[in-house]
């Protein structure tokens, strides 16, 4: 059985010193020796109950021999007892007569390689030395590796923790999820790596993310901009009924854009005058804005006036009653407000014949007793108002003719 020494560079440095090894270099009885010394030292755990050691060969040559490729690669799968075992062997070429391929390969077999395959700057893959100072830095650095902590449910460093200090994890990874749910990051979880998520879904904000991770951004009117509304005072004219119809709205826009819907209150008809509106606009979500105006219905538009009287009559005609009307939207009163009797004579000059004609008038209305002779003319002048103030003043005038 070899000698057991302590696993400290400088025990190890120490033992090489002090042998003087004559034969050739035969890397491959030394793998094969080194198997049968992990298998005897794993059953010896197994029947101790020692659970989670882990074993590697730290193989230091400075020679050249057939390349023991296929016994480094059986280790990586060592069955002891029906449990497969990884054992990684670590290389250390000594000085200038070691074969650099074969210890690149060993290296790379034993899962222990330094730097990427194809790296220009990766020349050796196993460790080098030349003098016991270098030896010794590459043991340091070996036993280092060798020894620390890794994610696979063992207690590597021998601490009496398991995979502390999440070994091999903390890089970034894709979750599969979506949205934020996507980022996560590697975690030693019951022996082996896994891409845990870093944030967990929440209520969706406006922030270009999708935040509850359900495949869409910024939904359910989160980035939504309320409506603005926008008044005017309007004037108009009055219309039939003597009520007005018109919108107080000044513009009122969604900066989101269309749909939306505008009420106004309290709506058309407007009565004559002054009335307080509101407006409302609403957004597909429900967002409002609302502004308020003055609505004032005008009757600026005067009556019109009729006389209903016909342009002659005859002497028997009267006593004959004419009654004025006087029509406008809003309402308004006919009345007869003065009136005339006369005539031209035979010089072609106009003549007085009140003292002939036998006329009153009250209200709307005018009544010719007697129209005189023929040939007399009666005006009368009929004014129409509305309640606005709004006046038509209309002449009226019929001739008194000879009944034919």
């Excluded at 990766?122 to 460790?127: I, L, M, N």
């Amino acid at each position: 059985m070899p000698n057991q020494i302590e696993s400290t560079p400088a025990a190890i440095a120490a033992t090489l010193n002090s042998v003087n090894p004559t034969d050739g270099t035969n890397l491959i009885a030394a793998m094969t020796t080194s198997q049968g010394e992990i298998v005897r030292i794993t059953n010896e755990d197994i029947a101790a109950s020692v659970v989670g050691r882990r074993n590697a060969i730290l193989l230091i040559t400075d020679g050249q021999a057939s390349c023991p490729i296929a016994q480094v690669t059986a280790l990586r799968t060592l069955d002891v007892g029906g449990t497969i075992f990884d054992v990684k062997t670590y290389v250390i070429g000594f000085g200038s007569g070691v074969s650099a391929s074969c210890l690149n390969s060993m290296a790379v077999a034993g899962g222990t390689e330094r730097c990427q395959l194809g790296d220009p700057d990766c020349t050796y893959q196993y460790y080098t030395a030349d003098n016991s100072t270098e030896l010794q830095v590459a043991m340091t650095e070996i036993l280092n590796l060798a020894t620390a902590e890794e994610c696979n449910g063992l207690d590597d460093d021998c601490d009496g923790q398991i995979d502390e200090g999440n070994p091999g994890g903390g890089g970034a990874c894709d979750t599969g999820n979506v949205g934020v749910c996507q980022a996560g990051q590697w975690q030693c979880l019951n022996g082996a790596l896994q891409c845990e998520q870093v944030v967990q879904p929440s209520a969706e904000v406006c922030n270009g993310m999708d935040d509850d991770c359900d495949g869409e951004v910024d939904e359910g009117g989160v980035c939504n901009q309320p409506p603005v509304a926008l008044c005017q005072d309007v004037t108009i004219e009055a219309g039939a009924g003597c009520v007005g119809c018109a919108s107080i709205d000044s513009g009122s826009y969604d900066p989101d854009g269309p749909p939306w819907t505008v009420n106004e209150t309290p709506g058309c008809d407007y009565p004559l005058g002054q009335t307080s509106a509101s407006l409302t606009i609403t957004d597909p979500w429900g967002a409002t804005d609302t502004c308020a105006a003055t609505v004032n219905v005008v009757d600026t538009t005067a009556p019109t006036v009729a006389c209903n009287a016909q342009a002659t009559i005859t002497p028997p005609d009267a006593p004959i009653t004419f009654t004025a009307t006087s029509a406008d939207v809003c309402g308004s009163t006919a009345q007869v407000v003065s009136y005339d009797c006369w005539a031209i004579n035979g010089a072609g000059k106009r003549i007085d014949k009140k003292q002939s004609c036998v006329v009153s008038f009250s209200g709307d209305q005018l009544t010719i007793a007697d129209s005189g002779g023929i040939g007399d003319n009666i005006e009368w002048v009929v004014e129409g108002t509305d309640g606005s103030g709004n006046t038509t003043s209309v002449t009226c005038h019929l001739e008194v003719v000879k009944k034919k």
